[in-house]
């Protein structure tokens, strides 16, 4: 293996053969190689397996592997996932005023949700050192992520959920795959911390961002949006922060990718908060020093999240980037997600933060006209039909079956 966990605080290095979760210190690992493995990494190779059919190279994370975790491909749990599209509409350009702008659908992995990429990684990690109960708490993406990939592993899921706060589509697929489900009253952030201390106990194997494989294969968001580009950087990643985990992985996908020289600058990136759960955004404020946690609230359900597992890890991103962190508020989601919908796209209202906040940087002049910029959607619009009902400016109208009555209500 080329691969070591090394704390982003103490520099302290662990081994991947056993399971950790932090370091001794306190501080959050990461999974690291060698920076000359990267450099030997020609972008050819990875352009190359994309004519080829195996799951390894068709999946759109362990195309990468060499840069991901090296591993027999035998052990290898993929559905496969990624490959996801990147969409260009002069609706979405209009909209938010930056005539470069593309979104990457993340919402087009096997469960509907970019954390697919994480838990393909998670999942045979768990499965290599040995797990029998994989684990996480969940807003409702990484549970139905979690019930799948557990599920083609033939391991035991459990997910935690903060009761009654969780998009029935995500729920249906985590009790649909086979997971146990547990709703507990409180926050993300309490159900977060329970399935931590289970994790310490040796209960289960935690398979939340926390998790520093997950981020491993959230890396490839990145690596996939630039092999589109031709490996040409955008000037902008666009993103919705919610436990930090794509801002993490995000910033360590471009500073790998530029210091193993495929590509030749580095991209700025802007995490977007909705305004009710928005800690890092206010922490972003006062000079990113440290967080205080707080009760959030929004309609994006994904990311209510009020104490950010990676904010350590994402504060160095935006730091190591030049990126910001933005707010957006619930109407301004509510209305990007609208014109998103109204392409033919559709996002659940977390991803619309993407747009919401390329729109309010672009309005500030933060983001330039002439500048180019990818957001993330990063799931899939029937997550949540709650939202699309309440909220698409359109109801299913009751009509006779009468040809001619029919007729005048369409024409008119
Ligand atoms: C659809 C969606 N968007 C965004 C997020 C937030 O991602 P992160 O925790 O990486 O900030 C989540 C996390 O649950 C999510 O499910």
Redesign the pocket.
Known sequence: MNEVLRCIECQQEYSIDRIRYSCDCGGLLAVERPLEKLKELQTSLFDQRCLSQKDVDVSGVWRFREGILSIPESEIVTHPEGNTRLYRRKALAHWSGIDDIAFKHEGENPTG?F?DRGMTLAVTQAKRLGANVVACAS????SAALAAYAAQAGLKSVVFLPDGKVAMGKLAQALGYGAQCLAITGSFDVAMAMVKDLAERGDVYLVN?LNPFRLEGQKSIIWEILQNLSWQAPDWIVV????????SAFGKALREAYDAGWISKLPRIASIQAEGANPFYKSYQQGLRSLDAMEPETVAT??RIGNPVNFHKAKRVIKDLNGVVEQVTDQEIIAAKLVIDRQGIGC?P??ACSLAGAKKLRDQGIIKAHESVVGIL??HMLKDTDAVLQHSGRELEPIRANLEEISKKILN
């Not at 807003?139 to 990484?142: I, K, S, V």
């Not at 919705?240 to 801002?247: A, E, H, K, R």
Request: charged share 10%; glycine share 22%.
């Open positions: 949700s954390k807003t409702g993406n990484t961002s919705p922060g919610g436990n930090l985990g794509n801002t994904a990311i659940e977390a991803s990063t799931g």
